[in-house]
């Protein structure tokens, strides 16, 4: 790819119910460096998410029901493709992929960007400070979601992140097809920085100071915990850790999946 269409970026926002927030990650979003485009998929959202994104200047695609943010991701970009053609523009060669919950935080995801237009890294992941739910508790359950995505991470590529679940990231576009077609729903960033890994591009972890609506241990927090853990396991089964234990004696199945990957990588 010719490295002047690195420094193009385009921001691909997934979003489901969003609108308190949207507005201020979209305005955000437009002001960080290269950034040409916004593109805000609407994942079946029930509120006005859509209009508070187009307010504020987004290009604004629709999904009718909600379609899991995987897939959501895949019509935003899809949607870039279509405005290139259509308005015969080169190809933009860096997506900033953003949760659209971040709100004004979102403006300090330049160095992420910085990371893949000067070609440190093809895929670059933001680590974030812990989080506190919207009551002042710190966030996060027990661990076990993101123990099974790192250390499964860590299994079929050698690399072990601190951050596998982070959905702040930016990458190559050649980058994302070769992630392409991503994993389901919430097993997109695991399947990604499998895929980009195990082609042999450079993957970076960054500390940015960035701050979204985090879930706690109620119930919503723990039923959203174990959509996640389900979609995880999912995409490193599909990458082939299931049969990459299963050939080291470990027991069958997702149980003893669980239960070697809660020993953690050896």
Avoid: Y
């Avoid at 916004?38 to 987004?58: K, L, N």
């Avoid at 629709?62 to 379609?67: L, Q, T, V």
């Avoid at 899991?68 to 992929?97: C, F, H, Y």
């Avoid at 960033?189 to 500390?207: K, N, S, W």
Wanted: aromatic share 2%.
């Amino acid at each position: 790819m010719d490295p002047g269409l690195l420094t193009r970026v385009a921001c691909i926002v997934p979003a489901k119910d969003e609108q308190d927030r949207v507005a201020a990650t979209v305005t955000a979003a437009r002001a960080l460096p290269g950034v040409e485009l916004v593109i805000v998929c609407d994942d079946g959202s029930s509120d006005a998410t859509a209009q508070h994104a187009a307010a504020a200047g987004a290009i604004v695609v629709s999904h009718e029901r909600n379609r899991g943010k995987a897939a959501a991701v895949e019509s935003a970009v899809n949607g870039l493709g279509v405005i290139e053609q259509r308005d015969r523009r080169p190809e933009i060669g860096t997506l900033l992929l953003l949760d659209a919950d971040l709100g004004a935080s979102a403006a300090r995801c330049a160095p992420l960007v910085d990371a893949v237009v000067t070609g440190r890294a093809a895929l670059a992941i933001a680590v974030l400070p812990p989080q506190q739910t919207a009551d002042g508790q710190q966030a996060g359950g027990m661990g076990l979601v993101m123990g099974t995505a790192r250390r499964g991470i860590a299994e079929l590529t050698g690399w072990t992140p601190q951050a596998p679940l982070s959905g702040q990231r930016c990458l190559t576009r050649r980058a994302f097809e070769l992630a392409s077609p991503l994993a389901a729903g919430w097993g997109m960033e695991v399947g990604m920085t499998v895929d980009v890994l195990r082609a042999g591009l450079t993957v970076e972890e960054i500390d940015v100071d960035l701050s979204h609506r985090a879930t706690g241990t109620d119930l919503a927090g723990q039923l959203h915990r174990a959509s996640q853990l389900k979609d995880v396991t999912r995409a490193l089964a599909a990458r082939g850790l299931v049969r990459r234990l299963r050939d080291r004696n470990a027991p069958d199945g997702v149980p003893g999946l669980l239960r070697r990957l809660g020993r953690g990588p050896r």
